[in-house]
């Protein structure tokens, strides 16, 4: 019987953190972005030890991060989420699955407009 690392074959994941509403807002800056998930991604149990199983490449205000073992999109999801509280904009960002695909996180603010007309009726 094969073992079961061997029956998951390395198959390369990528995933997408699209940053563009508050990078150009100039709220956050893409490059602390890209250092905080290389400093705080574990791989096999242990952080910062990258190698060359997770690169991590930024594109203007998005950052791509590929993986060459099992990671979890929900990982990369709460790793900004804990970002943003750390730089104290979490009140005012939220981490967003796009409809159109799959491995794309959006940073979108949260409606607050929405929420001020409802309190005046």
């Known amino acids: 019987m094969a073992p079961k690392a061997a029956a998951k074959a390395a198959k390369k994941q990528t995933f997408t953190i699209d940053c563009s509403k508050p990078v150009e807002d100039k ?25 060359d199983v997770v690169q991590i490449s930024r594109e203007k205000t998005k950052l791509h ?13 709460y790793l900004t989420k804990k970002y943003l509280k750390k730089h104290n904009v ?14 794309v996180y959006e940073l979108r603010y949260f409606n607050i407009a929405d929420n001020d007309a409802e309190d005046d009726e």
Not at 35 to 44: A, E, H, M, S, W
Not at 65 to 77: E, F, G, N, P
Not at 91 to 102: C, E, G, P, T, Y
Request: glycine letters at 6%; a positive charge; aromatic letters at 8%.
């Open 90 to 103: 979490r009140d005012w960002l939220r981490v967003i699955a796009s409809n159109k695909d799959r491995n």
């Open 65 to 77: 991060v590929a993986s060459d073992i099992q990671m979890s999109k929900r990982y990369l999801k």
């Open 27 to 51: 709220i956050m800056e893409i490059q602390s972005f890209e250092k905080f998930l290389q400093d705080r991604i574990k791989v096999n149990g242990k952080t910062g030890a990258l190698g």
